[in-house]
């Protein structure tokens, strides 16, 4: 059975996924399965509206409950003023039962970022 990676990413206008999607085509040419799982959002519809971000792609919602059914993941993000979207601390804050049970333990991982000026800004 191939192994079977978690592409994990939240991308508000659409750049880390298409950054996702390569990463994606990558793991699988290396004979793995990948599986697309956006971060959940925490912001309003309407505050999304405010900041003119198109709607969300179809892929499913990450949820932390079932991370420790895959073999490793890559996390994708942007930079936002030097630190991570508050949706992805958000995720990550969320792990501490994994983490103190080590459900995570010698699963690999790997991060792709991207930002929109040097030294952080907007995706």
């Known amino acids: 059975m191939a192994p079977k990676i978690?592409?994990?990413?939240?991308s508000m206008y659409g750049h880390i996924?298409?950054?996702?999607?390569?990463?994606?085509?990558g793991i699988e040419a290396a004979g793995c399965e990948a599986v697309l799982l956006q971060?959940?959002?925490t912001l309003s519809d309407d505050i999304l509206?405010?900041?003119?971000?198109p709607p969300k792609s179809e892929d499913p919602i990450a949820?932390?409950?079932?991370l420790a059914n895959y073999d490793g993941f890559m996390f994708g993000l942007s930079g936002r003023y030097g630190m991570m979207p508050a949706q992805v601390k958000t995720f990550w804050d969320a792990t501490g039962q994994l983490w103190?049970?080590?459900q995570?333990?010698?699963k690999p991982a790997g991060v792709f970022v991207s930002t929109g000026t040097q030294?952080?800004?907007?995706e």
């Open 6 to 10: 978690a592409i994990i990413y939240y």
């Open 63 to 66: 949820n932390v409950a079932e």
């Open 119 to 122: 030294g952080g800004g907007q």
């Open 104 to 106: 995570l333990i010698g």
């Open 39 to 41: 971060v959940p959002e």
């Open 49 to 53: 509206g405010k900041m003119s971000a």
């Open 17 to 25: 996924r298409t950054m996702a999607l390569a990463i994606k085509k």
């Open 100 to 102: 103190q049970s080590g």
